[in-house]
């Protein structure tokens, strides 16, 4: 496996390419997808935009980077673009898409890179083919005021409502899925009324009243009008625990603004869903990535990793904006000598330890390529 930089390619060195996955900051237009795809015709490219940079062996960087699979490896990703209207049902469009694709094997494992405000749909659209549990491991497209949207992208096809799904079938593929350095605290709740991604109760209080006093009055100035929170509000996502488990069960929920009498959310949290207000720290995001990195190859045998994607989700990297060098550095140092590339990513999806399948936020995901 190689790493690439699309502003320097070197392909008088690449050997049958088959599978190139990139992250972004550039627009679609400036990859060089249909120059790449006349000289190699067999060459799939696909990935998505990325919020900022990309984290890379030679730091965080604006640009196109990719992870170069060769020969038999490549054949063993099969993806496919779903793009979705305004009309359409998103669930049974995934759904029927899903049940379309045949198997690779017998253990069906799975890649998405998708557009944010539809993730839960999809995840919805694919638990009704392959359980609750389904082996995916996902990212939300990111991006910033240099681009005009977030897009994710298979060869000439590039869309900014959809979902990018590839099957693999690669020997050995590991993945994990961790919150970003957050730790949960004991103001704990149950939401008594939400739709979709708009919050209005907690203990059925308003929403917005009892995040104030979860955040000790930091942003009151903020919560009695339609508005969006300062960049600080990262610090304190709300926390969806699951099964009453404090440290293992717990996804994110980043609240970025106020609409009417209700908070806006970047993930849904149903009815019922027991609750925790969660903080954390530029220091603490910084030490649990690497901590995250380092405990993952505790597990595995470092030699025989030969490609890492890593996810990160971009409100942890706007909180750590100022350190980002120092994060990028603690990365390679943790990966040094393997070829990676990171995205900074609007959502995270995947599956904690004996949890199901679901989308979050300010979260870290990892997938191991493995020989």
Known sequence: M??????????????????LIVFSTQPYEALPVASLRATFPRLQI??????????????????????????????KIHAQLITFDEADAIRSKVSLAVSAMPPLGTERKFIMYGICGIEERVIEGIKDVLGENANVLGATAGYDLFLDGPYVFINEDVTSRGVLFAETELSEYRTINTMAGYLPSEKRGIVTRSED????????????????????????PYLD???????????????????????????????YGVQGDALMLYSEIGEGTEICMTRGSTKEILDNL??????????????????????????????????????????CESLEGIPFIGASTMGEQGCLEHQPLQHGNMMIGMTLIMK
């Open 2 to 19: 190689k790493w690439i930089q699309l502003s320097r390619l070197q392909t008088e060195s690449w050997s049958d390419p088959r599978v």
């Open 46 to 75: 696909m990935g998505m935009s990325s919020h900022h940079g990309v984290f890379t062996p030679e730091g965080f960087k604006r640009g196109s980077f990719g992870l170069l699979f060769e020969g038999a490896e490549g054949e």
């Open 197 to 220: 991604r708009l919050l209005y109760e907690i203990n059925h209080l308003p929403a917005p009243e009892v995040f104030d006093a979860w955040t000790d009055g930091m942003f009151s």
């Open 290 to 331: 690497k901590c995250a990195i380092d405990k993952t190859f505790h597990r595995v045998e470092r030699s025989r990793v030969i490609g890492v994607f890593l996810y990160f989700c971009a409100g942890c990297t706007n909180l750590v904006a100022e350190s980002i060098e120092q994060l990028s550095m603690a990365i």
């Open 225 to 255: 009008h339609d508005c969006l929170l300062p960049r600080s509000a990262g610090k304190f996502p709300i926390g969806r625990i699951y099964n009453g488990n404090h440290e293992f069960g717990i996804w994110l929920t980043h609240v």
